[in-house]
């Protein structure tokens, strides 16, 4: 399928495992540049590692987008890299705190809720 994406640079957060992973291959396998981050900084090169041994463009950056001025560095990357960013998967989610939610503290919630709403907002 051609999805007129070749040379096209998208930013995919959390794309190291999962559907990020699964985004980010599919991505590279239509011909756009991928920029992926994820926190673990040895995913995050094993993954750009493997996308590369398959003959695409990736910028790997290990980064927590809930960090104060993650997402802003991310940006940042690959607008120094490519000169552009086109699109972006802001996939990076999950739940912290216990496996209930009675075990989870405020400050688990308020992790929550950045994690999965306010990364996203900030791209």
Known sequence: MDLELAGKVVLVTGGTRGIGRAIAGRLAAEGAVVVLCARDAGA????AAELRGHGAQVHGIAADVTADGA???LV???LT???RLDAVVANAGAAVGGPRSTQSSADDWEATYRLNVVHPTSL
């Open 71 to 73: 997402v802003d560095r």
């Open 81 to 83: 890299a490519f000169g």
């Open 44 to 47: 995050v090169d094993a993954t």
């Open 76 to 78: 940042a990357a690959s």
